[in-house]
């Protein structure tokens, strides 16, 4: 890792270019999480309520991550190595399947490029270091959460639970805060929203959030300490009223929508400059 590091410091503009592609590379990767997570807890869950009930439950095919390969849904045709090049397959194909030219969704590859995109800002924002590394693992844990979060309002304890642990390991020597900070911080994280749900559910007998976004929150406020968490629930909130407030007014209608995206979209925000807004806002109260 070491002479990897050495490697990119003498090299920026290789490195920003590597790195470009590998964020590519995993938002490909990322699309497969996104569709195929969701998928495989449902058939979780679903065979552990028959084994509940003691109910047959019958046997499927294998899927996970890895298998079966990729292939068209409307057709079955099984995507070549050369199909799967992120961003530039898919206007190679100007967004159709080559077999029977469906339609290929613009999100797979918006997806890639915001991936990309990401990891090449974490790279110019943290140097080649070790802390860039850390913050590369956080963003894309992040951006599958989100996509997630809005396909099917869930935040998958697979990604969650790992992610509060990856935050305590890495602050195991302070890398972003202090131990004992990233500690507070997710205990803190995790209660705030908790708090927040029994008071709404007490006054009105509705479920205002899920369990996902209390663990969405522990697990950032694990990374960068509690001192960033009003920060994130503020510019979450903010940001997800406004783009609720333009959904319904597009759809004309009132429906639940997950909040998940904007916890995530105010972690990335934090993780960027979060001390820095902090700083600013309180210099700007004291004047």
Known sequence: MTLMLETFTNNPLLAGGLILFLGLCIGSFLNVVIYRLPVMMERRWHGECCELLNQPHEVQATFNLATPASRCPKCGHQIKAWENIPVLSWLLLRGKCSNCQSPISLRYPL???????????????????????????LTWAVIALTMIDFDTQLLPDDITLPLVWAGLIVNLQGMWVPLDQAVLGAVFGYLSLWSIYWLFKLVTGKE????GDFKLLAALGAWLGPSQLPLIILLSSVVGAVIGGVYAAIRK?????????YLAIAGLIAMFGGPELVSWYLGTWKH
């Not at 209608?253 to 995206?261: D, I, K, L, R």
């Open 111 to 137: 997806v890639e490029l915001a991936t990309g995109l990401l990891s090449l800002a974490v790279f110019l924002a943290f140097g080649p270091t070790a802390k860039m590394l850390t913050a590369l693992g």
């Open 208 to 211: 205002g959030m899920g369990y």
């Open 253 to 261: 209608e009132s429906a639940p929508f997950a909040f998940g995206p």
